[in-house]
């Protein structure tokens, strides 16, 4: 269901995210990198796994309905790939995986609830360092970034969290535990010598 059809009045209702967090490493260098920029994302540094939506479900049967989609869903690492830009906002591009795909196309069954433009085809994952750039400053702010390496090139994503937008303010709601986390990634076997 889109946006515009949705049977609920969008100012009257809180907007839900399911969203991982980066590790320590890369939040806490993300956060800081907004710091030295002066620039900020809308709350703190995640990825959406499925783009901000409203829906008519209690958050008691929201929790369910999420848990009920993600039963015997495995941890899964992202790559991330490095800086993009589009108008207004700078962020870090993560690959879309056949694993990371297949878990946004099940997470868009999670309603009823409407869906946004940036979901379905059109979904980028990503980790976002700025929105709201003006136009003015944004060859600036990309000489500042376009250079800088994160501090990990991938993370292992083993939870996922049900957040809550409202009146600009971001709750996590609930947090589901992906299947194998707090395993060790898996490491390439040795060549015999």
Not at 135 to 152: F, M, S, V
Request: aromatic share 8%.
């Amino acid at each position: 269901m889109s946006d515009s059809a949705a049977p609920w009045s969008q100012a009257d209702h809180a907007r839900y995210s399911l969203v991982a967090w980066p590790p320590e490493a890369l939040d806490t260098w993300l956060r800081r990198l907004q710091l030295r920029l002066n620039v900020r994302g809308f709350g703190l540094p995640h990825l959406n796994l499925r783009a901000p939506f409203h829906t008519t479900l209690s958050s008691s049967d929201l929790v369910a309905a999420c848990r009920g989609v993600l039963r015997g869903q495995e941890a899964l690492t992202v790559q991330v790939l490095g800086w993009k830009r589009v108008p207004s906002m700078f962020f870090l591009e993560c690959a879309l995986g056949d694993d990371l795909h297949a878990l946004h196309e099940r997470t868009l069954s999670i309603g009823p609830s409407s869906q946004a433009r940036h979901d379905g085809a059109a979904y980028r994952p990503h980790l976002t360092l700025a929105l709201g750039v003006l136009p003015w400053a944004e060859a600036e702010l990309w000489a500042e970034i376009e250079g800088l390496t994160p501090p990990l090139s991938s993370f292992r994503v083993e939870a996922l969290s049900l957040t809550r937008e409202w009146r600009g303010e971001v709750q996590e709601l609930h947090t589901f535990p992906l299947v194998g986390a707090g395993l060790p990634l898996p490491q390439k076997e040795a060549a015999p010598s």
